[in-house]
């Protein structure tokens, strides 16, 4: 219970204080959630549910082993995200602290509640937030830009209404066991389009191929603690949605007819993704859609609905908010210090920062999947599903290791080794360094034994085909 | 019952009251009676009119009466700065307020169509009035003008299809009407002008497309305290005169009007929208809102015993009236959007009120108008799928329209000037926020 107030107690903790306390206060506030967590899951067995009753009448909560996988990934982004930023001016805000605060309780309750209708509510809860702090903080000159980002996601949004509402409708259940005892495949057609409604939402989150353009203005336009936020934890909570709640409660007919649409839209994006990004100039656009490309392979491989890809496809969602923090932070670091992420201004870092560029090209090769990061254990068997499936499928996802390698090595090799341009350039501060190691450290832990992870979410996956 | 005595007779002493030029002291005996009026319906539980010569049709529960109360404290307290400004006439527009509210509630339950007329006029007369209290302004004057005129053809169309009804039916009380029209008579040519001519008339008083061009024009025309009122008391009681007199005294002609309404709904819902997104004027953007509003709550005539329209209008007016505060506010003289930028940097209070409230009319969980939306669509879609699918579409232009003035409310100030909140004005704002906070709990 506490695991899911203590964010919205310390949001108005937050908004009380005096703003002088307000950067200490959030570091503070965020380690206590992730040590709070981490202590709740040490007396937390892989087997068992906890079922939290906080009084509502709609809203319940239960917690299982997928549900603490990301409650941890969220605190530990979150804790991450105010280190990474602990020098930078937004932490100092309170309205940053109090909506950041927000926006962690609200993804903790999309990752423990057990109603469809809780679902529904913590998962636009989160949108709040992060429009405020994209608005508040951002650099956006006209409200276009972002106007386009939020209207993608209410029409996503709404489109998930109608479904849940039809599925209300429909089952007449609303908690996650009634609807997966409830037998969709009766109602045929409906069950496809309700199956579509979450999808639609859920596409425009990943994002997926046609409903992506959103993403890379969105990043670029971000100040780089929302560009964190948004990617590194907003954006799992689609996938968490498909693998929790849509595949399992729409396992049938709507299922098989979706499947092969989303692995192509999946594919499509892994490829068009990545070529993109090799054209890129900018940082932040890179890396987004670099994301893109690695997300629309989680997705595809997800839609498989093999237990083993399943628990693969955790191992490489966790792997992507790692990378995604690094890579963010050091394109926030470039731009904090040389106010600009265009590589074509930039060359020569390495020289005068060693330090920041040894720690860079750490995160670049988890990004490029080596072996012994998590990235190889998730890309080699996400791939290996999909080749499984379909031979031609699998070899364009395969493609997304070749471009991955050209993107992110251009993307490091030009404002490091390039031609000098940079001769002044701070070094890395102690908590930037601090962050980078803990998310090295993560990435090689789980590239070494992936199968703590893999066996702890193990039952919550498997339970719904059991 | 009780509740009307209590309020007439606060009323009256209002006026008594007045006359010795206490502005607080008048505020205070009309909020009192108003509470008084509202735990009397609380212990009176479900009403029953004795004017009517049969025991109550249609049982609805005290809560509409204690909603109205409570709306109409908030709209007093919202709207005090404006009533004693003019400190001679404090007492009456108080009292004024107190007597239309009567005809409010008369209006959410009648059982008889005579009865239903009165309350409908009770209710609007008074609000006739205190549309042009701005006696010094020409648009105020206009807009009281207009709104009269507009009225009281919606009234006669009113009048009208209550005869063509009496014609078919040979009575006036709704039991006997929905008896008569249940064994066939529904379908005789009078019976149906009579209820096209009804919903003609309710279409009008709620403001929804067709019959809406007086909202605008009237809204903008009135001051914000009396805008505070009519905006929701009129579509609290309106909404509530069209669950129970139209839907159940038609219900046997379900499938003859209900395709009729949904047209009305995304009509007005699109309508409304898509007309709000390019206003300067708030209270012009008010006006289009509330017309897409008034088209949203007509869902709850597809299916009248399982919607929860109490939910939604509740989240309405704890939405608008803090809008309206804020705007009194912005525009203590004006009424331009532009003098918004910036205003939620005045005020930490008017801050947090204008982002939740805004986000509540929105239907942004978990506020409390997502709540009502959502209740309202869930008992819909069974019925009118596809008016349910436009609607939600047209919602999305809604969000928009909110937003556009969420981000100019929010703009930074250059020069952040501090303003300073009345008290009355704390306590709306304050209260209308927890209110659209606290609807996880009340629902």
């Known amino acids: ?466 | 019952m009780d509740s009307i005595v209590i309020l007439f007779i606060t009323g009256l002493l209002g006026l008594f009251v007045g006359m010795r030029r206490q502005a607080v002291l008048s505020l205070s005996i009309s909020i009192l009676g108003l509470i008084f009026a509202g735990v009397a319906a609380y212990f009176r539980g479900t009403y029953i009119s004795p004017l009517a010569s049969y025991s109550g049709y249609i049982p609805t529960p005290s809560h509409v009466i204690i909603l109205l109360c409570v709306v109409s404290i908030l709209a007093v307290l919202g709207g005090f700065q404006r009533y004693k400004q003019d400190e001679e006439h404090t007492g009456d527009y108080l009292s004024l307020l107190l007597f239309s509210l009567c005809g409010a509630i008369i209006l959410a339950q009648p059982n008889d169509m005579m009865l239903f007329f009165i309350g409908l006029e009770i209710l609007s007369i008074p609000i006739y009035v205190l549309v042009g209290i701005e006696k010094g302004s020409a648009t105020s004057a206009e807009a009281a003008v207009k709104y009269f005129f507009t009225g009281s053809f919606a009234s006669a169309i009113i009048l009208f299809g209550i005869a063509l009804l009496y014609g078919a039916t040979g009575s006036f009380q709704i039991i006997e009407i929905q008896s008569n029209l249940a064994i066939g008579i529904w379908q005789s040519p009078m019976a149906m002008l009579g209820s096209l001519f009804l919903l003609a008339g309710f279409v009008f008083k709620i403001g929804a497309v067709p019959f809406h061009f007086w909202g605008p024009d009237v809204y903008q025309g009135a001051s914000n305290a009396v805008l505070m009122y009519m905006s929701t008391i009129v579509k609290i009681a309106g909404i509530y005169a069209v669950l129970n007199v139209f839907g159940q005294i038609f219900r046997d002609s379900y499938f003859f009007w209900i395709d009729l309404i949904a047209l009305i709904i995304v009509l007005s819902m699109f309508y409304g929208y898509i007309t709000a997104w390019k206003q300067t004027s708030f209270k012009r953007l008010l006006a289009y809102s509330s017309i897409a509003n008034a088209g949203l709550m007509l869902f709850a005539l597809s299916d009248i015993l399982n919607s929860n329209i109490l939910l939604f209008v509740a989240a309405y007016s704890f939405a608008t009236i803090p809008l309206v505060v804020i705007n009194q506010l912005a525009n203590p003289t004006q009424d331009a959007i532009a003098n918004w930028e910036g205003i939620a940097w005045k005020n930490p209070l008017v801050g947090v009120a204008l982002v939740i409230a805004l986000f509540s009319l929105a239907g942004i969980p978990p506020l409390a108008g997502f709540f009502g939306k959502f209740s309202l669509l869930l008992a819909a879609v069974p019925h009118l799928p596809y008016a349910a699918i436009l609607a939600l579409v047209a919602s999305v232009v809604g969000v928009f329209v909110y937003l556009r003035l969420l981000i100019l409310a929010l703009k930074k100030p250059t020069v952040q000037t501090k303003q300073s909140l009345s008290i009355e004005q704390s306590t709306v704002l304050l209260l209308t926020t927890l209110g659209s906070l606290s609807a996880l709990y009340f629902i």
């Open chain 1, 1 to 466: 219970m506490a695991l899911i107030l203590l964010p919205l107690v310390f949001s108005l903790i937050a908004w009380l204080l005096p703003s002088a306390q307000t950067r200490l206060f959030g570091l503070i506030g965020t380690t206590i959630n992730l040590f709070a967590s981490l202590i709740s899951v040490y007396g937390f067995d892989a087997q068992d549910q906890l079922f939290i009753d906080l009084g509502l009448r709609y809203v319940h909560f239960s917690l299982d082993s997928l549900s603490y996988t990301m409650i941890i990934l969220t605190n530990a982004v979150f804790f991450m995200v105010y280190l990474s930023n602990f020098k930078q001016e937004i932490t100092a805000k309170k309205r940053f602290s109090a909506l950041a605060f927000l926006m962690q309780f609200g993804l903790i309750g999309v990752f423990s509640t057990n109603s469809i209708l809780g679902f529904y509510i913590f998962w636009e809860l989160t949108l709040l937030p992060i429009f405020l702090i994209l608005y508040w903080f951002g650099s956006f000159e006209k409200p276009k830009a972002l106007l386009q980002f939020f209207l993608y996601t209410l029409l996503g949004s709404l489109a998930m209404l109608l479904s849940v509402i039809g599925l209300l409708q429909l089952t007449n259940q609303q908690t996650y066991e009634a609807l997966l005892a409830a037998d969709l495949n009766a109602h045929g057609a409906t069950s496809i389009w309700l199956m579509g409604g979450f999808l639609l939402a859920f596409a425009v989150k990943i994002p997926l191929f046609p409903f992506h353009t959103w993403q890379a203005e969105t990043y670029t336009k971000a100040p780089t603690a929302g560009t964190m936020l948004l990617s590194a934890i907003m954006l799992k909570m689609a996938l968490f949605g498909l693998l929790k709640w849509v595949l399992p409660i729409f396992d049938g007919v709507a299922t098989e007819f979706w499947r092969w649409p989303i692995i192509t839209l999946g594919l499509i994006g892994v490829v068009y993704g990545a070529l993109i990004a090799i054209k890129q100039q900018d940082l932040k656009t890179i890396f987004a859609y670099a994301s893109l490309s690695h997300l629309g392979l989680i997705a595809a491989a997800l839609m498989l609905q093999n237990e083993i890809t399943n628990q693969i496809a955790i191992v490489q969602i966790v792997n992507h908010s790692i990378v995604s923090i690094g890579l963010f932070l050091a394109a926030g670091i470039i731009e904090s210090r040389l106010q600009t992420r265009d590589i074509t201004q930039l060359g020569g870092i390495a020289k005068v920062a060693p330090r920041f560029a040894f720690w860079f090209a750490a995160i670049t090769f988890v990004s490029l999947s080596v072996p012994f990061t998590a990235g190889f254990i998730g890309e080699f068997f996400l791939i290996k599903a999909i080749f499984n499936a379909h031979t031609l499928s699998g070899i364009i996802a395969a493609t997304t290791l070749i471009f991955g390698a050209v993107y992110m090595l251009r993307a490091y090799q030009i404002p490091m080794f390039g031609p000098t341009k940079n001769s002044v350039f701070e070094d890395l501060s102690w908590s930037e360094i601090l962050v980078f190691a803990l998310l090295i450290i993560a990435a090689i832990y789980l590239g070494l034994s992936p199968k703590c992870l893999t066996d702890f979410v193990a039952t919550s996956i498997n339970q719904p085909t059991l």
